[in-house]
């Protein structure tokens, strides 16, 4: 009223914190003979306008506060990609000063080969196709050297929901990354390691197929030796498969004879004939074995004394009928067949003595154990 002018102020009244409310006071002077006589005016409550402003304010000094001293990397980006605020941490992570950045765009620190994937991604927020995005991307540093980021790019609207600009946040992870190179560098050197270990244990193995293989063959006639016969047998004894066992051990008559006669060679050459023809006429559970100088025998697991009896015949005949060099050659054979729960000792005891007899009735013939007699095994 004093200076007779008009007010427009906003004020506080009420006495506490409670009770206080903001008005807006509009006033206007009636002056009559220069004089203010009356006031017209408004007061008007803007209590709720005031802590609307202020909660505004609250929140954009929060996210001011929060954008400078960020720990990762942050930054406003216009849409053609240029910055347009960017805090210490992004500044630090890529060398570069804040001048410095503001005159580039991202896409002039992008490392070529994921720009692509990056500005897909942004056509894509740009579009409305999708509102955020988050990919691993490769910037330039200042120096030249490459820094892995984790990238997260959200669009800001203004109020009427119009793209104003992005905010990204970026997080270093060249560290993470170098881990995980190394950590692949070593898988890799050791999956090589390890295929050259299974090249080598194979190796290995074939080789030691081979040498036992050697171990248990008798070179002249390529048949299992001794220790084949006794593997064979120990495998034939642990399976229940078969309860009778049928043993032939066959020897070849006057055989010092015929190496004295055409030479020790063409006697090695019939006993390579000899392991042919055993071969042949076995089925294909007997196991023929060359046991040692001229001897032979044949496993007949399953058969009874008097199977292997005919088995025994059949071979004799067959040898007997075959054309060797020089003269026809011929074996004896004795017969013997596990009884009850006999071991192997007792099995060929019992077979050599049968050969014995079969020597001593004249040779080229067949005999079978003479011991238990009436123990011929029927495998039931
Ligand atoms: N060529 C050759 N002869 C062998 C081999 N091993 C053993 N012999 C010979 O076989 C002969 C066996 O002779 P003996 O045990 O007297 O028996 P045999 O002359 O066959 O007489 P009987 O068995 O009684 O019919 C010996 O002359 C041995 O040298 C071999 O690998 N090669």
Redesign the pocket.
Known sequence: MKTRKSCDEEVVIGKDNESQRWVRLIGFPEIIQGECRRLYGTIQDVTEQKRREEALWQSEEAFRNNFIHAGIGMALVATNGTWLQVNRTLCGMIGYAESELMKLTFQDITHPEDLDNDLILLNEVVEGKREHYQMEKRYFHKKGHIVHVLLSVSVVRNKYQSMKNFISQIIDISDLHEAQRKVTGLLRTSKDQNKELMKLQNQLTKANKVLKQENQTDP?TGLGNRRAFHLAINEVLSSRRYKPLGIAMI??????????TY??????L??KKLGNVLRRCVREQDTVIRF???EFSVIMPGSTLEESRVMAERVRQAIAEERFPNQGITV?IGVSSRSGEDDIDTLLKRADEALYDA?ANG?NCVATELKNPGSDNNGS
Do not use: C, I, T
Request: hydrophobic residues 25%; glycine residues 16%.
């Open positions: 002249l020897d070849v008559d006057h055989f010092k004879k015929y190496n004295d030479g020790h060679l063409e006697g090695d019939v006993l040692g100088g001229e004896s020597k040779r």
